[in-house]
């Protein structure tokens, strides 16, 4: 692995051990559903309108095991508006315990929001959804 790679990863754990210590938008909420429990932890706190950030989703097992290996896909909209996300977030970085690193998350306005979370592992794929209101 190159050295500017791992330079980078480290940055981005303690980015993430950062993020858990001091910020209060950790969200774990998800769909009845959905066979996994995923909580959110946006780099932004309070989350604000029209600025381009990042995410740290973790997934767990609802036994509360990390669930490692997994692929996320996020898509989401506003149900009342009829539209989505005006970008195309993706999984960029597994950061190990079940967190994963998702940029180019940008809402363009304020209201309720539904984000539709594909979790991937092997041949199984579940989605769970994340309501949101900004």
């Keep these: 692995m190159e050295f500017s790679k791992i330079v980078k990863l480290q940055i981005t754990i303690i980015f993430l051990f950062i993020v858990e210590l001091t ?3 950790d969200q774990s909420l998800a769909s009845s ?3 996994y429990a995923i909580s959110f932890i946006s780099e932004l706190d309070p989350i604000e309108i029209n600025r381009m950030h990042s995410w740290v989703i973790n997934v ?3 036994a509360g095991i990390p669930v490692e290996g997994a692929t996320i896909r996020l898509e ?3 149900p009342e508006h009829d539209h989505g996300l005006p970008t195309n977030p993706r999984m960029t970085t597994e950061l190990g315990s079940g967190n994963y690193r998702i940029e180019g998350i940008r809402f363009h306005m304020g209201g309720t929001w539904e984000i539709k979370t594909t979790i991937t592992i092997k041949e199984n794929r579940d989605i769970c959804t994340i309501p949101l209101e900004l």
Aim: aromatic share 8%.
């Design 23 to 25: 910020y209060s938008q």
């Design 33 to 35: 559903s959905c066979d």
């Design 60 to 62: 767990k097992t609802k």
């Design 76 to 78: 989401g909209g506003m």
